[in-house]
C-alpha cells in the first residue's frame, strides 16, 4: 500500500517513508463510488481536468506558496491582480474560493481525490 500511494500522490520523492503518507493513506482507502460521489459533489459534474494547465499551474503554485497571493504573484511573475483575478474566475466556476482555507483544503483534496481515481481506473486496462 505504502508504495501505490507514494507513486500516486509523491511521485517526485524517491523515498516516502510510511508513517509519511498522511491524508494520502486515507484517500486510497477510500471506495471508488464514494470518490465519484464526492468530486461529483465538490465540481458539479465537471472535473479538475476540465482547467487549462495555467490555471492547474497557478492553483499549485497557490497551495506552494501557503494560499500567498503576493509571493504567488511574484513567483509566477504575473500582477497580483492578475492572480486575485484568476482566483475570482475559479471561484465562479467552482464556489471555492482558495484564498479560504477550508474551501483550499477542500479543493486540495478533490484534486488528490481525482489523482487516485486516475490512477486505479489505469490500473483496470
Known sequence: MALDVGKIFYSGRNVVAYNNLGIGRLIYQLPMPL?????KEIFEGKSPDDFDDETLATINKFFENNLNVSETSRQLYIHRNTLVYRLDKLQKNTNLDLRVFEDAITFKIALMV????KYMEQLDY
Not at 470518490?35 to 468530486?39: A, E
Not at 481525482?114 to 481515481?117: D, H, I, L, P
Open 35 to 39: 470518490c465519484k460521489m464526492f468530486i
Open 114 to 117: 481525482v489523482k487516485y481515481m
